[in-house]
């Protein structure tokens, strides 16, 4: 290029796991490799401004839940416009490409799109704040938010699987749910048919990491040598890699689809695939983890939660030297539980005592109680979060005991000291649970909700309530398998926009649970399959099964819940266990 340096603005975007950030970087690295110059704003995930990274911060902090959408808004492109200040218009003005990932049109997606505020409200600050520095080209990462999230928690499982549970309260933005994910992404594709001419789209569900990231390099490099941006989005073309035919399966042919569908993600992204096999029941399945075990190890492992067939005892035994961690959180579930797990918790009880005490949350039998003893002392906070759903004196005590040795009242005013304390009560109702949440709410809103799993009582639905538009995920699944009026009344009132509500009637065979799952067939296909439970397998939960199957055939999370559905039947019809929440 000589000395010739023009000024570009290239800006990646997509929802959480669409895999933006990876492309990126991967895409400025090629760049440089050809000698082009490259400014990337968010190298490596990581904002090059130490304070927008602050407030970023602000933004994901669960201890801000009562942040409304929009003052949330005029936060986040205040963000944008101190990145715009401070780093975007000085790296154009030296010259070059400027990438970005991330810029304003997340937020008129957030804002409009996913919190319901009004456009004509949203686009003139946003308008405003741009002041006309719009990119040269978008590049839209489009993924399946049921894939996105899958690749998240596979990544996820990887870098965790040395350390222990996170205290993290998570992200304020995740509370929303998979229907928030489902909006922001219907979002951006109206945005890039919008200007059809400045947005390319990019298939990165089906479609092999080095074509996206090869074909996105010369589409820049042609856009930085003179393309119009209209000719480089016509002329980039991306092949997604070959899927299985689009014919409907029937209930029978569900299993071979989806075993076709996982050979295919298989070559590309082995762990991503042991991740949709988390749960399943069946040979197939065994035979499919014990071919991705040592590709993908800590993902088979925690694949097994719940599992107690000989397949997957055997599976633990193989795994449990490389994934320990995940294998000591495998045991959990009435199929498990006995001498073997008992055996196998001793054995790992040294190198994970905190996934070891976090399959002991609400067991009350002498054995959980000689683990606690042994790991108070080192593990405090994870013993006393194993006390969950336990009202007696005892474990009373200890409670009181944590409090003591932790500070006394600084335990309410230290997240990650009350966070503990709250999952120990959840699932209580007595008065000294919500004295509890009540000095607790202000830095621990989250887990003050979550504590609330199973309760009843009017003061739980007046805490329900006051959060469910907030952090509709969390709400919604404290009252599984509840069947009452204002159980039914909220969840008809966020079935269409939070898919927590179907799960939170798995296997109910109330009217009022088929009428929703009726009204949402096109909503959240493979939720409402999943959620008939052992329903499954009647009449009208099979001819459910094939109407989503018709107007659904390649949806991978709806064959794997159809795939657990049919395998349960071949085998007698055991009751069905809850599919973990890996899809």
Not at 61 to 79: C, G, H, K, S, W
Not at 133 to 150: G, K, Q, S, T
Not at 385 to 404: F, G, N, T, V
Not at 541 to 551: D, N, P, Q, R, T
């Amino acid at each position: 290029m000589g000395n010739i340096r023009p000024s570009m603005f290239v800006v990646f975007e997509g929802i959480d796991g669409s895999g933006k950030t990876t492309v990126s970087n991967l895409v400025a690295k090629a760049l440089r490799e050809r000698g082009i110059d490259v400014d990337h704003i968010r190298e490596g995930g990581e904002f090059i401004s130490p304070l927008v990274s602050r407030m970023r911060e602000f933004g994901k902090d669960t201890r801000n839940i009562d942040l409304q959408p929009l003052p949330e808004f005029l936060m986040y492109v205040a963000r944008d416009a101190q990145l715009l200040a401070e780093c975007i218009n000085p790296a154009l003005s030296r010259g070059g490409l400027v990438f970005a990932d991330r810029y304003l049109y997340s937020y008129e997606v957030l804002g409009h799109y996913g919190r319901g505020l009004e456009v004509e409200q949203v686009r003139p600050i946003i308008d405003s704040v741009a002041a006309g520095v719009w990119p040269d080209l978008v590049v839209l990462m489009d993924v399946d938010p049921h894939m996105a999230r899958a690749r998240r928690r596979s990544s996820k499982l990887r870098q965790k699987s040395k350390g222990e549970k996170s205290s993290s309260g998570g992200s304020r933005k995740g509370l929303g749910g998979v229907g928030m994910m489902h909006r922001l992404r219907d979002g951006y594709l109206k945005l890039a048919e919008r200007e059809p001419k400045r947005w390319l789209v990019i298939d990165n569900c089906n479609t092999d990491l080095d074509v996206v990231v090869e074909r996105v390099t010369e589409a820049i490099a042609s856009l930085y040598e003179g393309a119009s941006t209209a000719q480089v989005v016509t002329g980039t073309k991306v092949a997604p890699r070959a899927a299985t035919a689009a014919e409907a399966p029937t209930l029978e042919s569900a299993r071979e689809a989806f075993y076709e569908m996982i050979a295919v993600r298989r070559k590309n992204e082995p762990a991503v695939a042991a991740y949709f096999l988390a749960g399943l029941v069946g040979q197939d399945a065994h035979e499919w983890r014990k071919e991705l075990a040592e590709e993908a190890p800590h993902v088979v492992a925690y694949g097994l939660r719940g599992l107690g067939d000989e397949c997957a005892w055997e599976l633990r035994e193989t795994l449990r030297s490389v994934s320990p961690r995940y294998v000591a959180i495998s045991l959990v579930g009435a199929a498990v539980e006995g001498e073997r797990a008992d055996a196998m918790r001793r054995d790992l009880f040294a190198d994970v005592p905190i996934a070891i005490l976090d399959t002991l949350s609400g067991v009350d039998s002498e054995r959980a109680w000689e683990f606690r003893e042994g790991a108070v002392v080192r593990e405090p906070r994870a013993v006393v979060s194993s006390l969950r759903r336990l009202e007696d004196e005892r474990a009373w005590s200890w409670r009181d005991r944590y409090i003591k040795e932790m500070g006394g009242d600084v335990v309410y005013e230290d997240s990650t000291l009350g966070r503990p304390l709250l999952g120990s009560i959840r699932g209580l109702s007595d008065e000294r649970s919500w004295q509890i949440r009540e000095r607790c709410v202000t830095e621990s809103p989250v887990q003050v909700l979550k504590s609330l799993d199973g309760l009843v009582c009017e003061r739980s639905w007046s805490l329900r309530e006051q959060y469910a538009a907030l952090a509709p995920k969390v709400v919604l699944r404290t009252f599984d398998g509840q069947d009452s009026d204002v159980a039914w009344a909220m969840r008809r009132r966020f079935a269409s926009r939070a898919k927590e509500a179907l799960d939170s009637m798995q296997g109910m065979d109330e009217d009022a649970a088929w009428g929703i799952r009726d009204a949402l067939i096109d909503v959240w296909p493979s939720t409402v399959a999943s959620s008939l439970g052992a329903l499954g397998g009647c009449e009208r939960g099979l001819a459910l099964v094939e109407k989503l199957l018709s107007a659904f055939p390649r949806n991978l999370s709806l064959l794997k819940h159809v795939t657990q559905i049919a395998a349960t039947e071949a085998t007698g019809g055991a009751a069905r266990r809850s599919v973990l929440d890996a899809v």
